[in-house]
Structure formats: C-alpha cells, structure tokens
C-alpha cells in the first residue's frame, strides 16, 4: 500500500493542478488501482469538491465529470440508451457493485491500462479527453501519449448516428478480460475496437468496405477475419496470442450480427 | 487532521493520519463487523455503506469518507435480521467469514431493488467472495426470503 503524507480536496482545478506538477503529489479517482502500487505519495489530492461527479447530456454530447463512477455509467439512461447498453456491458463485470462505487472514469482512463473495458468501450465512441491545460485531445490518440501532469477534467462524447456494441471474454464474471471486443457503426463506418490484446486497445476501421452491402453471415465473418488479421495479439497467463486471435474474430463475427438493427440519433 | 463523519447515526471526530483506510477507521471506533479479506479490492467482505451505497472500506481514505455517513452492519442489525435466518436455514455459511460483506451487500440490493431477480441478485452480489460455498446457499436464503414476503 502507499503511503500518504497529506490530503488535500482541491478546491479549484488550478489549485489541483498546480499541487500536481510536484512529481511526489498524485492526483486520487476511486484509489483502487493507486492503492495497490507502493511508495510514497507527499499529498494526495483529492477532486471530489469540484462537482465533477456528474453526467451531463444534450442533443451534441455527453459530458462526463473525472469523478463520475463505473456504477454511474452503468445506470445512466441516455448513454446506455445512446450506445445500445455498450457502457453497461462494459462495466457490469468489473469486480462487483461496491468496486463501481468507487472507481473513477477519470482513473480509469487516465491509466490507459491495457486490460482496461473502460477504454476499450469509449475508444468505440467519437471521445475526447478534456484536459485542464491541453485541453481537447480525441480519446483515440491520447490512448498512445505519454503519462504528463495534467489532469482529466471530463470526458465527452459527441453524438452521431451510430451503433454499438461491447462483449468481452473472461475467465470468470469478474475476472479481467482475455479480449475485450467494442463495435461501433458511426454515420455508415464500421469500427472495431480491441482491448486486452493484453496491451493497449488498438483500433481497425472497416477501410476496405466489407460491410458495405450490409451485414449477413458472409460479410460478418469476412470483417471478423479481417479486424483479427490486423491486430496484433500477446500471450500472457489469461491466454496466449492465438486464443485471443481466435476470440477477437468470435466476439466480432457475434457483435456485427447483433448490430444488424438500430440507430441511435 | 481532523474529520468528521456520521457513524452508525453518531456524529464522530477524530484526528487521523492522512492514508488512515476508512476499515482501519471503523474499527478502531468499534465496528468490528468490517473485516480484511483481501484488501485489494476484490473480495468485498469489507463493505459498509457510505451515504446509502455500498462501497470497499479497505480502498478508501477515511479522509475522503469525511463528512459523510457511513453504516455498518452494527447499525443495520435490524434491517439484517429480516433476511439472515432464512441463510442460515440453507446452511449457506460454512465458516462464515465472507458473511458481513454479503449481509452489507445484500442490505444494498434489497433497498436498491426490492423484488430482484436470481440473475439480478447474482449480478449484485458478484463482488462478495466466498472461498467455503459455491453460493448457492445464499441465493437460495435470498430467494426464500423474498418468497415468504410474498407469502403474507
Ligand atoms: C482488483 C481490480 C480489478 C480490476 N478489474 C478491472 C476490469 O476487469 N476491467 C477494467 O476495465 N478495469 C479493471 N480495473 C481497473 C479499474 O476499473 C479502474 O480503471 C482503476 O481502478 C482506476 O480507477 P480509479 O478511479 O480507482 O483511479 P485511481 O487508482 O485513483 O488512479 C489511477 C491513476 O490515474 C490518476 N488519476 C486519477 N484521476 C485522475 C484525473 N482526473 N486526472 C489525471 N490523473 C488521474 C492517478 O493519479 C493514478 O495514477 C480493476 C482494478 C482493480 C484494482
Ligand atoms: S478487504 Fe476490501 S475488498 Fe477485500
Ligand atoms: S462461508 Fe467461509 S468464506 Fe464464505
């Protein structure tokens, strides 16, 4: 466990920030993932003063405060509504209820943990990160940047008309996942998403066309074949490369099928 | 530095080190239903209730807990009692460890959702680890007290 030598809750994003800039200070979401590092942390700041616990939505966007929990986007309605329950397939499988209690969208994405649901799922989305200095950087590439002091301000997700869906595989229900598969549709373009490769979820767009036409068995199975031939899979005690391989091109084949219906604008 | 939280109904102040882990807390103030099992965020036999939602007191600051209200399964003992007979009747504690969590929990997704399902109450209970039973003893327990509510 860390140790902690002061708790501040910041009272200004720039109070937060300029704390942060201290390479021994460290900003705190929910403290579970921090919780099992070890060292020494001078002061832990804390955001929870600062409002962003909350999900807002409107005809553009949603706007998600750092502070929002796992539990939140998994009970909120419009974007489970927006993403076809995608967020709460994502979710509902971290460890259980009281874990989603605490656990932070902030955190989670601020780590850009390979195994991470949460990052697969919004990577899907048309997402940004809303940095207090740098300000809006797409999800997408900010997945691959470097760890600053900075820090996460929200996370927005503009609307488009768009499908999606999420499945992940894992051992057990609450287990980390060996894949996790998120699909998106945005206005015609097809998207995969893979997390737990067991690295950094990686992206493929179907550029080629293939489901152009529309999706029946053939095109579902020639996409599945073809987002698996161009991502890059490890091995690692939850699975070897090959067995994920294998499972990217299961969960994609399965996710296409099932988003043969539906648009959500 | 200082907190101050409410404790079961009492307000509590303390002076406390700034990584004092909110279990830590709550024992020493005398709630020793909260209990250590993994304390990496997995097992969920540390829950307690801060402001009505269950959380892992074993994963945060009792500085953040400040200013909030937390319950224990000290102060739920009624709310407890409604349920707990008809798990024992199933012999679904073996050593019973894992209990106060999953009687935390449960307390949770009965005020959450009265009339849960058997997958959503799978689903509620996942966080709570039970290295002795294959949780079926629970479920039932659950199960059998919600029919003899339905029952009357
Ligand atoms: C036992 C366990 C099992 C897990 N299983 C899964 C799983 O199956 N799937 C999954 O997707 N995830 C899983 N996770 C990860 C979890 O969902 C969270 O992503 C993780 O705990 C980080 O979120 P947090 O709120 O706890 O952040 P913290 O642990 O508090 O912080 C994580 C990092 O982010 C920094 N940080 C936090 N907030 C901000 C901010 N606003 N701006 C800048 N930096 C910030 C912190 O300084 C720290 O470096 C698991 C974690 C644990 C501990
Ligand atoms: S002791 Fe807190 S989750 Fe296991
Ligand atoms: S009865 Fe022993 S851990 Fe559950």
Redesign the interface.
Known sequence: ???????VRAQSLEEAYTLNQTKANRI?G???WL??GSGN?NT?I?L?DLGLNTIEENDEQFSIGASVTL?QLELHPGLNSYTNNAVCNAV??I?????R??ATIGGSIWGRYGFSDVLTCFMAMDSYVELYKAGLIPLKEFAYLKYDNDLIVRIIVKKAHAKFHYSSMRAQ??DFPIIACALSCIDGKYTAVIGARPHRARYVSDNENILKDGIDDASADAFAKYVADNIKTGSNSRGSAEYRTHLIKVLTQRGILSMKEGDNK | ?DIQLTLNGKKITDNID??MLLIDFLRKHGCLSVKRGC????C?LC?VLMDD????SC???V??ASGHNIKTLEGLQEEASEFVGFIADQGADQCGFCNPGFVM?TI??LRENPDPTDDEIR??????LCRCSGYEGQLRGIRAFLDSKKNI
């Open positions: 466990m860390v140790t902690i030598q002061k708790y705190i929910g403290m579970l919780k099992m942390i832990a804390d929870c539990r509902k499988d460890v259980g209820v009281q874990f209690n605490l229900r609450t | 530095m700034a990584d304390e990496t965020a997995n969920g829950t939602k269950p959380i892992l994963s945060m600051l500085a953040r929990n949770a997704l689903a509620f209970l996942a966080g709570n």
